[in-house]
């Protein structure tokens, strides 16, 4: 709820500070650009008034000082609207030629400024930039050139800069909206998905609109953990309702066959035989729950919590061992083939119950004439355990499921076994962080485990 | 014997101590684990039972006292902590053998029987003798009257383990945990598998059969009690 309520600002400060980033970026950038052009302008301006006191030198220097007040006089009746004013005066201060009133006779470079022009329409100031030189001893000159033109590229570069700069800010306030908008709707989708969840619904998913931002790699990584707690939950429904039959029914057995024994006066050796029956009912029931305690003591346990190096090598051929003699009895054949020197760090114990469970697995769940294999490798420096045989196989679908506690194929349905022994080797294999994967073995069940 | 059973569970309690006592033994029980160690401490016992979890002081810290103390009885643990690092545990703190509830009493049994004629340390045997058989733990050799018997080597184990407790009842996991070190119990019948093969090689060529079958127990290695 309380996202609902950012939602209306946050997405108002995203564009704030996205303005307030492009307007500084822009402002400065732009200040960089008007600095360099009016330098740029001024420079220009200078240089055409230096270029005009070359003139006025040459021309005196070649034809007299006469010939100068002329041209100067010329230039100040002809050209009274020139942005180039000129100005001659003598030693006394006398203006020899000009359109422009008497000044100080200062050399070098000034600003002046003139009342306006009669005929101005804006009646401004006009303001000249000024280069004062003295000729000879008694002429002096000063160049003028009106600035006007430079403050007029100067007020058009302000006043398109200034628009940029108003454009920029707001595209990127509505950028910034935008985003955060877009954004947030789909943080809002994660925690709307999140609400749907605790409300129940298991199978709701976070929509995911694009893979390759992070967002879109954070919707996916929970939609996975989401499936994995699905298939968890899913799991411990199938579970409650596995112990609830698979308890049951030998319970049922159990009560029934004490009932039988109470019906009518036995013998002693009677009774001694109902009871062994019961103790020995009791004890397969006790045996169930001790596999699924084992279990879940195994998943409580800390990954690597007091793991040694073992010898998987030692473990198989322990176990190849064993288990030979009880496959030729059974009419099948155990063949192992086993690299020496195999070890990793894990529970010697634990591996070893988990290759009984496969093997007896393998033993439980073919017909007679079936050769069962333990293979040990270690390709690639990663050991890999192989146990196959080449009896009937699990179809493709229900590879997955018999990992589950108490889940049995139903062609096995009647076998001993409590339905926990895939269970128990799925546990084993998480803690030491290996894998496992049922293949087919065509024919027949390879289960593959590799460790890390 | 005289065993002191320390467990706080009353009606466990009285079903180990009166199977023991059936079994001719004297039994001493103690509720606490201060009860026990004082008991275990002050008596000359020959055997311990002790519960893993007991109110006041537990199991595994009495037996730690007590080896403590250089006081070298054998030592069963009897626990419904059953899990690979329980045993462990116990083990280390100086336990002899581990057995979880629940338990069948014949099992009990048979580890007491085990624990109480366990050999004293530095006691080295190497020939040991049943009758007529006979097995030679450095040559790895097994004769009987005489007769040469080859064995697989985990069959040389298994004679091994029903020679040293001969006259004892050994049961099937005493035979899994110290043959062929499983500290589970397999589906399958491994153990009746290979105790078949043995008697085999062991008993099928000779008249007197030395393998017997201990019902609703396990098996015992000696000369029949009523030969024909």
Redesign the interface.
């Known amino acids: 709820m309380r996202l609902v309520e950012t939602a209306r600002s946050a997405p108002v400060r995203y564009a704030l500070v996205f303005a307030a980033l492009a307007a500084l970026i822009t402002g400065f950038l732009l200040g960089l650009i008007y600095g360099r052009i009016t330098t740029l302008l001024e420079r220009h301006l200078e240089e055409a008034i230096e270029a005009q006191l070359a003139v006025l030198r040459d021309d005196l220097a070649q034809d007299g000082r006469e010939s100068l007040i002329g041209l100067v006089r010329k230039h100040a009746d002809r050209h009274a609207a020139s942005r180039v004013h000129l100005l001659l005066q003598d030693e006394s201060g006398r203006v020899l030629a000009s359109d422009l009133p008497a000044v100080d006779a200062t050399a070098g470079w000034q600003d002046i400024e003139l009342p306006p022009r009669p005929d101005s329409e804006n009646g401004r100031k006009r303001k000249l930039r000024a280069l004062g030189a003295r000729l000879d001893e008694d002429l002096f000159v000063l160049v003028t050139h009106d600035t006007s033109d430079t403050e007029q590229t100067q007020a058009l570069l302000i006043r398109s800069f200034a628009l940029a700069l108003l454009v920029i800010t707001a595209l990127a306030l509505i950028g910034g909206f935008v985003i955060g908008t877009v954004l947030l709707r789909r943080v809002e989708d994660v925690n709307r998905t999140a609400r749907a969840i605790m409300d129940g619904d298991l199978s709701r998913r976070i929509p995911v609109v694009q893979r390759a931002d992070e967002l879109g790699g954070i919707a996916e990584s929970l939609n996975r953990m989401l499936a994995r707690i699905e298939d968890l939950m899913d799991n411990l429904r199938h579970v409650t309702s596995n112990i609830a039959h698979d308890l049951r029914s030998p319970l049922g057995r159990h009560r029934q066959r004490l009932e039988t024994a109470r019906l009518k006066p036995r013998s002693p050796g009677e009774y001694e035989t109902a009871i062994?029956t019961a103790?020995a009912d009791t004890?397969a029931i006790?045996?169930t729950f001790?596999a699924m305690?084992?279990i879940a003591?195994i998943e409580a346990?800390s990954p690597r919590d007091?793991f040694v190096t073992v010898s998987l090598s030692d473990i198989c051929e322990?176990v190849a061992?064993?288990?030979a003699?009880?496959a030729e009895?059974d009419g099948k054949r155990l063949v192992a083939s086993i690299e020496p020197d195999v070890a990793l760090d894990g529970?010697r114990?634990?591996l070893?119950?988990l290759l009984?469970n496969l093997v007896?697995n393998a033993?439980?769940h073919t017909p007679r004439g079936t050769t069962i294999s333990i293979r040990l490798e270690r390709p690639g420096g990663r050991p890999r355990l192989t146990v196959d045989d080449d009896g009937p196989g699990i179809p493709a679908d229900e590879r997955d499921r018999v990992f589950r506690r108490f889940y049995r194929l139903d062609a096995s349905r009647t076998t001993?076994?409590s339905g926990l022994?895939l269970s128990f080797v799925s546990a084993v294999v998480k803690l030491h962080d290996a894998t496992i994967s049922l293949e087919d073995n065509l024919p027949g069940l390879r289960v593959v485990i590799v460790f890390g | 014997m005289k065993i002191l059973v320390i467990e706080d569970d009353a009606e466990t309690a009285a079903y180990v101590a009166n199977g023991l006592k059936e079994h001719g033994h004297t039994v001493d029980l103690a509720a606490t684990g201060r009860d026990g160690l004082f008991l275990a401490a002050g008596e000359p016992y020959d055997l311990l039972i002790v519960d893993r979890m007991l109110p006041e002081l537990d199991g595994v810290s009495i037996v730690k006292t007590l080896r403590g103390g250089e006081v070298s009885i054998p030592i069963l643990f009897l626990t419904a902590l059953g899990g690979v690092d329980d045993r462990v545990t116990g083990l280390n703190a100086g336990g002899d053998d581990y057995l979880v509830k629940p338990f069948a009493f014949s099992e009990l049994l048979a580890r007491v029987n085990a624990l109480a004629r366990r050999p004293p340390m530095g006691n080295v045997e190497t020939v040991l003798h049943v009758a007529d058989l006979e097995l030679d733990l450095i040559k790895r050799t097994v004769t009987r009257s005489g007769q040469t018997i080859d064995l697989q080597p985990r069959e040389f184990r298994l004679l091994e383990y029903l020679m040293r407790h001969a006259g004892e009842v050994v049961t099937r996991t005493m035979l899994l945990e110290h043959v062929w070190d499983f500290h589970f119990d397999p589906h399958t019948n491994v153990v009746e598998t290979h105790v078949s093969r043995l008697r085999a090689k062991v008993d099928k060529p000779f008249e007197v059969p030395l393998i017997q079958t201990v019902r609703g127990a396990g098996y015992s290695l000696q000369e029949p009690r009523d030969p024909r």
């Open positions: 062994d103790i004890d006790l045996k001790d305690l084992r003591q346990r007091r322990n061992d064993a288990f003699a009880v009895d529970d114990e634990l070893m119950q009984v007896e033993l439980r001993p076994g022994g």
